[in-house]
């Protein structure tokens, strides 16, 4: 399957977990972290899930799927040990609904790829269910090569670029600017932010 990546807001999505095992407690804790409200349904519930229930984050519903259920939620995570199920709940999902299915990810509408996070920084890594030993390997790897004050850089930066946006001059200066910024010879000097002031003043000043 040919997939295009990006990076979506679960904020305000209403989100399905059919499954109560340790995949569909990853996939629940992932979305929970990242600020979504799930409603879980499984006749078997790890403990931990009840932990979140309590913490006002996700939702139970204790009992068995049945093959004629359709959901209304924006995704559903289909995370049991039903393979059958899962085909018959995709078959018949609603309109408009992304289905992913733990058993054959990539048969899904969306599979979920291992992630590194350093502050502002994410990376994302698939191999589109081929492997997941291997995506992991590939993650630790590109996680011990990544800049070790990437996290405070890209703070820097942020603040840098909304300061920068709102000066009253060219725009192609300002992307000049910001080029230079992001440079790791501005970015490591030990006086970076006066350097940045002085150089705001100066823009300001044209």
């Known amino acids: 399957m040919s997939a295009l990546p990006f990076m979506v807001n679960v904020e305000k999505m209403s989100i399905v977990v059919v499954g109560g ?4 407690l990853k996939r629940t804790k992932a979305l929970v972290l990242a600020g979504g409200f799930v409603h879980v349904i499984a006749p078997t519930i790890l403990p931990e899930f ?13 009992r068995a799927v049945g093959f004629n259920e359709c959901f209304t939620s924006e995704l ?7 393979k059958a199920l899962h085909d018959q709940i995709y078959k018949q999902k609603a309109p408009r609904q992304h289905v992913y299915l733990s058993n054959k990810a990539q048969k899904g509408d969306f599979y979920v790829p291992a992630k590194i996070e350093k502050g502002l920084l994410t990376v ?9 030993s291997y995506t992991k390997r590939l993650k630790n790897q590109i996680d011990e090569m990544l800049p070790e004050y990437a996290a405070e850089e890209l703070i820097f930066l942020q603040q840098a670029r909304r300061r920068i946006l709102h000066i009253p001059v060219n725009k192609l200066k300002k992307l000049a600017l910001l080029k230079e910024l992001a440079s790791p010879t501005i970015l490591q000097k030990e006086n ?15």
């Open 21 to 24: 095992g340790s995949v569909a």
């Open 50 to 62: 009840f932990l979140l229930k309590c913490k006002g984050l996700i939702s139970v519903e204790k």
């Open 76 to 82: 559903v995570f289909l995370c049991s040990n039903n």
């Open 124 to 132: 994302s890594v698939s191999t589109a269910g081929a492997s997941p």
């Open 192 to 206: 970076r932010q006066e350097w940045f002031e002085k150089r705001c003043e100066e823009l300001e000043r044209e």
